[in-house]
């Protein structure tokens, strides 16, 4: 893991907060990166009622098990990838309120079959809102996004514009959209999305 002093987000040349501005009421999409997210890849099998027991007690809540679905606490949110694979998200790779996830996550494996890898600072999330912002997205990826297919809290794992991310609905009202992406790919896909979004109004909000 990077140290936290060295940490750069991989959007921070391009300025972003110097350009982030209050939506406009004409502005159809709101476009901002929210980087440093704790991202912690979990394997685990789900038949394993001891390790999925030890698992929820860990994060204070079952982990997801129907697919393209999340659950969350206060502190946490989990990403249904696969049968045997979740995403564990948190607001940092170390959050100033508690031990580092994958520790945690670890430690409530001892014993028991499982892999746990922090994967934080491959990625970045670009959160994307407003009332075109499903339009956009359409533009460059093959999911159904119509609310009554992928309503808020579901997740997927997709492509965007030729570029792998996972997709997550965070809230109807707007509607608001996270994408993850690795940071290798992030300055490609949001220059895209600033294209392919000017027919629309954009602005450009903070992290």
Known sequence: MVERYLRQSPLAHLGLDGRAQAVR?????????????GIVNLRVQPDDSEAMAALESALGFAL??????????????????????????????????????????????????GAVTDVSDSRTCIRISGPRARDLLCKGMPLDLHPRVFPSGCCAQSHLAKTGVVLHLIAEDGPTFE?????????????????AAREYGLTITSS
């Open 25 to 37: 009421g004409e502005s159809g999409v709101a476009m901002s990166e929210q980087p440093f997210r």
């Open 64 to 113: 997801p098990v129907e697919p393209n679905t999340t659950a969350a606490s206060a502190t946490a949110l989990a990403f249904w990838l696969g049968p045997d694979e979740w995403w564990i998200v948190t607001p940092g790779p170390e959050p100033e309120s508690g031990p580092n996830m994958a520790v945690t996550l670890r430690t409530a494996l001892t014993d028991r079959r």
């Open 179 to 195: 994408l993850y992406v690795l940071r290798s790919f992030a300055e490609y896909l949001w220059l895209w999305l600033e294209d």
